[in-house]
Each structure stands twice: as structure tokens, then as C-alpha cells.
């Protein structure tokens, strides 16, 4: 690995192109309003740049196409998990492997394995996937991460971190038999895209084994974690992200996946253990809800564009320009005035919607409202990640978390600066007429999830 130039320019080029419409803002109008401001329920067809997610949006390389065509479709033994497996073991270090059709799929496995009725589940900071998990598990979330994460403006290098004075206190609370395992986030999302560094992760390790607690490593952005520790974290700028990542994964006994993000595929996850009664029983459980173990409802293609995918993730170059790009879109804002969370993270910028709209409470959705105008001005579609996503607790409160926040998600490998340009563009002309912008009232709510499909009205 030698570096080219100091600019993050990407180690690609581009071998074809997908078509965009460009579209009115009228047409956008109306379809947002048809939508129910929920950026969720757009047709993609009336989107111009697609910042909802980075999940299973990323362009795939040559490589992994071709790996496509290798793709073994047999029900049983396909070749193809081999290599996915052998592909996980090699970069990860885990023993043991069970594919599923995403990381959800595979947090379910887990949840149910590894978690008993009324048991605690510290985590740093919730996922929404991941603690719905946990609570149909019987678990309980419980919130660990420093509480610099919770706030957008502090810049503390790793907003990922563990605060274990947090831990300890829960452990003499309740005793550590009461805690199912500790949930651990690498690059954790719903802060931003904010890295743990590796001192942190390896003093919870020998705070955890001293009590016999296990921690299982939410490892959807593990690399991005790691190009992050090599900027930051002292004793690491020499270290590939390979390494690094090799290494935070060996102080944790277990993984769940969603290869949809870091791995750049477009479906796929996995669940991996190094435990293996733990393994024996999600043998048992993935024939019920995903797929036989060798695909976990996967086609053998897809198994092969994981395992190349992994192998490019890990490439100290592909994380120098995804992650430059992101930081590129992020100070363009900062240079405009727009309050997002710093310092920026590692799949996207996260503006903050309570300082941006501070006329609003939370209850009027300032975030949701905000994801809307965004796409009215420009196309550009976002989502929200506040207390819409947040959800409610068993007892029916909401959760109102400290975090409001639009989320711009950078999809690897698609758009190019001049596209980061134009929505910088339309975020500060957003922000010029902020003070008109209007409030949301929630006027369906689904059970579960319900950032995904709820529906809201403009508030008169
Ligand atoms: C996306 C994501 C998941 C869930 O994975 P899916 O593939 O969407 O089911 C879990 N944890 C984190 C941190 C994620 O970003």
C-alpha cells in the first residue's frame, strides 16, 4: 500500500453508469406528500442522489461480478459458503460460521441463543434492529456508551467508547449473571458513525472476562472503525486496516453481520461464534428462519460477492476514499454553517436537527420534517434518526433520545464529489429559509420499526 497523493481520490474507475432522472420540485411536492413525509415510502424513481442508507447500495466491482458466475445454487455443501467461510475466518478470526439473508437475521439467531428472559443487554448505544432483537428476546437494553456520544458537539475521537464505570456499576448492581453478554458496536451508527478505539474495547474485554461475561461484536462497520483507530489512536498510523481489524474482532466471542454495509454487497449477512454450543445451536435455529446452514437464505452468488467484498473492504486505500468522501460532504457543510455531529463519521453526516430547527420540540418530529424539506429542495433523499426511530418502550413512552438527527448515508463506491457538492448546496439553501419550515404530526404508527412505514401530516 503506497499512498498516490494526499487526496482521498478514489482506487477505481468507472465501467458503467446507471441513468438518474432529474425531477421537478413539484413533482417532488407531491410525491412527498404522498409519501407521508416519510422518506422511507418514495418511489427510488423520484429520487435524484439516494443518501437513505448504505445498506446494500454499494456499487460492486468487477471482481465481485465475476465472482457472481462462480456462484454455486446447490441446496446443500455449496462451494461457494466455503469460500464465504473461509473468507470470514481468514479476516475476522472467528471459528465458527452461520450465513443469513442479512444482519438482522442473524441478530435473531443470537438474540434467541444467547438471551434469557429478564436479562440485561449493555450495549454502546441501540441499534434499531439490534434491541428489537434483544426485546422479543426477553432481553433489556441498557445504554453503556460515554455519554460524550450523546451530545453532537463534542469532538472526543471515539464516540464509540464504552464507559466502564457504567459497567461496573451494573455488574455489582444486578451481578453478572443477569447480563446476557455485552453488545458491542464497532463504527456505532445511531451516534453518527463513531469508532471505539482499541484501548477501550481491550479494558472492557478484561473487565468482562474477569465476571465471565461474553461480548458480541455488532461488526457491520468493523472496517471503517479500524481506518478511524489508524488516524487516531496512538501506536496504530503503521498498522493496516486488515490488522486492525483482525485484532478488535479477537476481543469479542461472537459477531452478527449485515455484509450489506462494509462488505459491499447488496444482500447478505452472517452470525459467527467461537463458542460452540453457541454455534451447534444456531445450526438448529438458521434451518427455521433463514435457509439450510451452507446458505442461510442466500444464493451461492451472493456468498461469493461477500466473501471479494470483504477482502476489498479491508484495503487501506478503498477506506482512505470512502471515508474521505464522507469527511469531503461534511466540512463542505460545516464551511456552509449546517450543525451536524462531530467529529464526522465514518458512512455519513448526521445534522442535527434540533439546532437547525429550534423553533420545533421533538414531538412535532423536527428530524422527520427536516428529511423532507431536504428532498423537496433538491431530490436528495435522507432519512430520520431521532424519536421516530428511537420508538417506544414496552410501557409505551417513547424513548426520546438526546440525539435528533437527519442522516445523510454515503453508499460506497456510488456518487462522485460533484455530487457530494450539489446536496451541500441544497443543505444550506435549506437552511437559509429554515424558519419557515413547519412541524410533522404522526398519523400512523406501526407496531414495530415504525421509522420505516410511518405516516405523517404537515402541522397547520
Ligand atoms: C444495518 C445494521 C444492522 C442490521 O442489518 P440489516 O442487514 O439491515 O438487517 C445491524 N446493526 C447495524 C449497526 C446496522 O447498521
Known amino acids: 500500500m503506497k499512498d498516490f497523493k494526499k487526496s482521498w481520490a478514489e482506487p477505481y474507475k468507472m465501467k458503467m453508469v446507471e441513468l438518474l432522472k432529474v425531477t421537478s420540485r413539484s413533482q417532488r411536492l407531491a410525491q412527498i406528500k404522498k409519501a407521508g413525509y416519510n422518506t422511507f415510502l418514495l418511489p427510488s424513481d423520484f429520487v435524484y442522489i439516494d443518501l437513505l442508507t448504505d445498506s446494500g447500495t454499494g456499487s460492486m466491482s468487477d471482481r465481485q461480478w465475476s465472482a457472481f458466475m462462480l456462484g454455486d445454487e446447490a441446496y446443500a455443501g455449496s462451494k461457494s459458503f466455503e469460500r464465504m467461510e473461509a473468507s470470514i475466518k481468514e479476516h475476522y478470526g472467528y471459528k465458527y460460521v452461520i450465513p443469513t439473508h442479512q444482519g438482522r437475521g442473524a441478530e435473531n439467531l443470537l438474540s434467541q441463543i444467547m438471551i434469557k428472559k429478564g436479562q440485561l443487554v449493555p450495549g454502546n448505544m441501540y441499534f434499531t434492529t439490534t434491541r428489537l432483537h434483544q426485546e422479543l428476546a426477553g432481553g433489556i437494553f441498557t445504554d453503556i456508551i460515554i455519554d460524550e456520544a450523546h451530545d453532537p458537539l463534542n469532538e472526543h475521537p471515539f464516540k464509540g467508547n464504552v464507559d466502564l464505570g457504567k459497567v461496573e456499576s451494573i455488574i455489582k448492581k444486578h451481578g453478572a449473571k443477569k447480563i446476557a453478554y455485552i453488545s458491542i458496536a464497532t463504527n456505532v451508527n445511531m451516534a453518527g458513525g463513531q469508532p471505539i478505539s482499541m484501548q477501550n474495547l481491550k479494558q472492557l474485554r478484561s473487565l468482562t472476562q474477569k465476571h465471565g461475561i461474553k461480548i458480541i461484536h455488532d461488526m457491520t462497520r468493523v ?69 439450510l446452514h451452507t446458505y ?165
Open 223 to 291: 472496517a471503517e472503525n479500524a481506518w478511524f483507530i489508524k488516524q487516531r489512536e496512538k501506536g496504530y498510523a503503521n498498522r493496516s486496516v486488515e490488522e486492525i481489524v483482525k485484532e478488535l474482532c479477537s476481543y469479542t466471542d461472537g459477531a452478527t453481520m449485515s455484509a450489506k454495509k462494509d462488505a459491499l454487497v447488496n444482500i447478505g449477512g452472517f452470525m459467527a461464534t467461537n463458542d460452540y454450543d453457541v454455534y451447534e445451536e444456531a445450526r438448529n435455529l438458521v434451518v427455521v428462519y433463514e435457509g
Open 296 to 460: 442461510g437464505g442466500l444464493a451461492g452468488r451472493d456468498m461469493e460477492a461477500i466473501a471479494v467484498g470483504i477482502k476489498e473492504s479491508l484495503d487501506d486505500n478503498h477506506q482512505k476514499a470512502r471515508i474521505g468522501q464522507v469527511e469531503y460532504l461534511g466540512n463542505k457543510m460545516i464551511a456552509y454553517g449546517i450543525p451536524i455531529v462531530k467529529p464526522i463519521g465514518g458512512h455519513g453526516i448526521f445534522v442535527d436537527a434540533k439546532a437547525f430547527l429550534p423553533h420545533l420540540s421533538q414531538d412535532q418530529f423536527p428530524a422527520q420534517a427536516l428529511a423532507a424539506e431536504f428532498y423537496i429542495d433538491s431530490g436528495v433523499r435522507t432519512m430520520e434518526r431521532g424519536v421516530v426511530s428511537a420508538g417506544r418502550k414496552a410501557n409505551g413512552e417513547n424513548y426520546n433520545p438526546a440525539l435528533e438527527l437527519v442522516r445523510f448515508t454515503i453508499p460506497r463506491r456510488v456518487y462522485t464529489q460533484a455530487h457530494m457538492d450539489v446536496v451541500a448546496e441544497s443543505t444550506a439553501e435549506v437552511f437559509k429559509n429554515r424558519n419557515k419550515i413547519k412541524g410533522l404530526k404522526m398519523i400512523y404508527e406501526p407496531k414495530y420499526l415504525r421509522f420505516f412505514q410511518a405516516r405523517f401530516e404537515k402541522i397547520k
